[in-house]
């Protein structure tokens, strides 16, 4: 699962839940300190969303952080992807007689 595709089914799940709650975009952004536009983006999966924000998203429209990220992991797993085998730096091994933290 590429990023952008992470981005839009969590803008999906945003969209999805306020309306849910019968809130506009704009109500969205008051709350959470933003501008209507930026909740537009977010739902149309366009800009990424920070942990933070995802969290203080999910604070105003009530719904558990975990709603909003469900499945993840196992849709990018079950594409034979790693999704962080790129990003998470492996460590390189150390030479004999080094030891880490001396």
């Known amino acids: 699962m590429r ?3 992470i981005y839009q089914l ?17 109500q969205v952004a008051t709350a959470c300190g933003l501008r209507f536009q930026q909740i537009q983006k977010y739902e149309a999966g366009i800009n990424a969303i920070s942990i933070a924000r995802l969290l203080m998203l999910s604070r105003v429209l009530k719904t558990p952080l975990t ?27 150390q030479p004999a007689g080094v030891e880490l933290g001396a």
Not at 10 to 26: K, N, P, S
Not at 84 to 89: H, I, L, N, T
């Open 10 to 26: 969590v803008g999906r799940r945003l969209r999805a839940r306020r309306r849910l709650l019968a809130l506009t975009q704009g």
């Open 67 to 93: 709603e909003l990220l469900h499945g993840l992991q196992e849709a990018a797993q079950g594409n034979g992807e790693d999704a962080m085998a790129d990003e998470v730096p492996r460590r390189r091994p």
């Open 3 to 5: 990023d952008q595709e």
